[in-house]
């Protein structure tokens, strides 16, 4: 079995030190490390050329265009396994190893970690979707391995079968939502994906929270630019036409008016990112790359 790990990376140099460090001292180290290098300017690309790693180097153009470029990557290297994750991401000493006890399972086209934040508690953002009702934040069950239709690309193991059969992520998105597209259209195909808790890793984030449109900084305003129109073209690809439009005309009035009653700061400006990405939504069409 030959396993790749894939690390994106863009001027967090520290992080992905220590993200790297993590990775070789798995239990089970991968045969490979490939990190794709976002354009950093922080000496990112001076200190990698010190490691024994292979290097994808390439413009900013957002994560989404990394992991696409690094499972890309892996898959024509021979990957039977891929083992995916942004630079903040920081494996416990057996992450790896758990993952790889349950690739045996029939079935399987992916398995996914426990993400936790610094307080050791779940990572907001990087909770499964699971295939019944389950609130992971008490729930004991949190605890099982559980089946799961999409997840998160921290600490996220894929298998080249999968990628034979669905293709590669969607490069286009840039940021947020790639994850999701990509693994539940693995799920939709007829593969599995598996939750595996005993794979425990930090995401090493600022704070301890998911995207709302409610109540997030202004300074992340950016990142809905791509998230929104992302989430809308998901919809039209996996749900038609007709829900398209419901959730368009939502966007336009549903959503701005919630905006109104309940952000307290910068609600025009998020009023008008709502309107303009269900704009670009309609004629967004990005096609999915297969080996």
């Given at each position: 079995m030959k396993l790749s790990a894939i690390v994106v990376t863009y001027n967090r140099l520290a992080l992905l030190k220590e993200c790297i460090a993590a990775i070789n001292s798995q239990t089970r180290q991968p045969d490979q490390i490939i990190v794709v290098n976002n354009g950093s300017t922080d000496g990112t690309a001076g200190w990698?050329?010190?490691?024994?790693?292979?290097?994808?180097?390439?413009?900013?153009?957002?994560?989404s265009w990394g992991f696409y470029a690094g499972i890309k990557k892996a898959y024509e290297?021979?990957?039977d396994w891929m083992w995916i994750m942004d630079d903040d991401t920081i494996p416990s000493s057996t992450a790896l190893e758990q993952l790889l006890a349950k690739t045996n399972m029939q079935g399987i086209g992916y398995l996914c970690s426990k993400v936790v934040w610094q307080d050791g508690k779940l990572h907001a953002m990087n909770i499964p979707a699971f295939?019944?009702?389950?609130?992971v934040t008490t729930s004991k069950e949190s605890n099982q391995e559980l089946w799961v239709r999409?997840?998160?690309?921290?600490?996220?193991?894929?298998?080249?079968?999968?990628?034979?059969?669905v293709g590669f992520p969607?490069?286009?998105f840039f940021i947020w939502n790639d994850d999701w597209e990509y693994t539940?259209?693995?799920?939709?195909?007829?593969?599995?994906?598996l939750y595996v808790p005993g794979s425990v890793?930090?995401?090493?984030?600022?704070?301890?929270?998911?995207?709302?449109?409610?109540?997030?900084?202004?300074?992340?305003?950016?990142?809905?630019?791509?998230?929104?129109?992302?989430?809308?073209?998901?919809?039209?690809?996996?749900?038609?036409?007709?829900?398209?439009?419901?959730?368009?005309?939502?966007?336009?009035?549903?959503?701005?008016?919630?905006?109104l009653?309940?952000?307290?700061?910068?609600?025009?400006?998020?009023?008008?990112?709502?309107?303009?990405?269900s704009f670009k939504s309609v004629f967004f069409n990005p096609e999915i790359e297969k080996p």
């Open positions: 990698l050329a010190t490691q024994d790693i292979i290097v994808i180097t390439q413009p900013n153009r957002g994560g290297n021979k990957a295939c019944k009702p389950l609130d999409h997840a998160s690309f921290v600490s996220l193991l894929v298998s080249a079968e999968a990628c034979k059969k969607i490069k286009e539940e259209r693995i799920t939709g195909s007829g593969l599995k994906g890793v930090l995401h090493k984030t600022p704070e301890n929270h998911s995207s709302d449109i409610y109540t997030d900084d202004v300074k992340n305003i950016w990142k809905y630019n791509y998230g929104l129109r992302n989430e809308l073209f998901i919809c039209k690809n996996r749900k038609g036409l007709f829900k398209f439009w419901m959730l368009f005309f939502k966007k336009l009035f549903v959503i701005p008016v919630r905006i009653s309940r952000r307290k700061k910068n609600k025009w400006a998020f009023i008008k990112t709502v309107w303009a990405t």
